[in-house]
């Protein structure tokens, strides 16, 4: 009964394919982020979606596109891999103007 | 531009002493704080928080401090345990700011017996 679910956990992939990240969360909550952790380790939001809008668009390449199609599932495609998108991408849910986030357990993406 | 900072990479502790991780911010619209606890493989956890109108909150062995006119956080954990050996995040946000989490670089806590 996981709270914020990630899938995959790991994928491996090759450059210049396209992947998708799926994340669902069974709290209830009605909003959804991902965030990126890049090698130094620090932890960057990227998007946020509020009962499936776009609320936060962080500069991000428009490479990268989430989908929300519903409230409780908050998906990541990239199109066109590339080595420097190898990092560990986190789902995170909150409920309404909430501002403590529950994440997910991340999906390590390795772009060869 | 790092508005969340964690100066120490690292902290050591001996199993029954005090922990003390540090956090420091410069963007004064920050009014929410977070402090979150990962393990290795695993997501951040959320630990404790503390909002800007207080400037103590404490739930069992930890407690968070806040300092606005220095614009300093501390979490204190008492009794350290070797369970808590992990990377601790800061965070801040701005109410009515879409709840955007900037998070500092993480320190990495080691609780020895």
């Known amino acids: 009964d996981t709270a914020v679910s990630q899938t995959p956990k790991y994928l491996v992939t090759q450059m210049g394919n396209d992947k998708s990240i799926k994340c669902e969360q069974n709290l209830g909550h009605d909003t959804m982020y991902w965030y990126k952790q890049d090698s130094k380790k620090f932890l960057k939001i990227m998007f946020s979606y509020n009962n499936k809008e776009l609320i936060i668009n962080e500069t991000v390449p428009n490479r990268f596109s989430p989908k929300s199609p519903d409230k409780a599932h908050l998906n990541l495609h990239i199109n066109s891999l590339e080595l420097g998108d190898s990092a560990v991408y986190f789902c995170a849910s909150s409920q309404g103007n909430g501002q403590t986030q529950y994440f997910g357990p991340g999906t390590r993406l390795l772009v060869l | 531009d790092q508005q969340v900072k964690q100066n120490s990479p690292s902290l050591s502790v001996q199993e029954g002493r005090i922990s003390i991780l540090n956090c420091d911010y410069t963007n004064s619209m920050f009014d929410y704080f977070l402090w979150y606890k990962k393990y290795p493989a695993e997501g951040p956890t959320f630990l404790i928080s503390?909002?800007?109108?207080?400037d103590k909150n404490e739930d069992g062995r930890f407690t968070v401090f806040l300092n606005k006119s220095a614009k300093h956080l501390s979490l204190h954990i008492v009794p350290s345990q070797p369970g808590d050996s992990a990377v601790y995040f800061c965070?801040?946000?701005?109410?009515?700011?879409?709840?955007?989490?900037?998070f500092g670089a993480g320190t990495r806590l080691a609780v020895h017996p």
């Open positions: 965070a801040a946000s701005v109410n009515g700011g879409y709840n955007k989490l900037i």
């Open positions: 503390i909002s800007s109108i207080k």
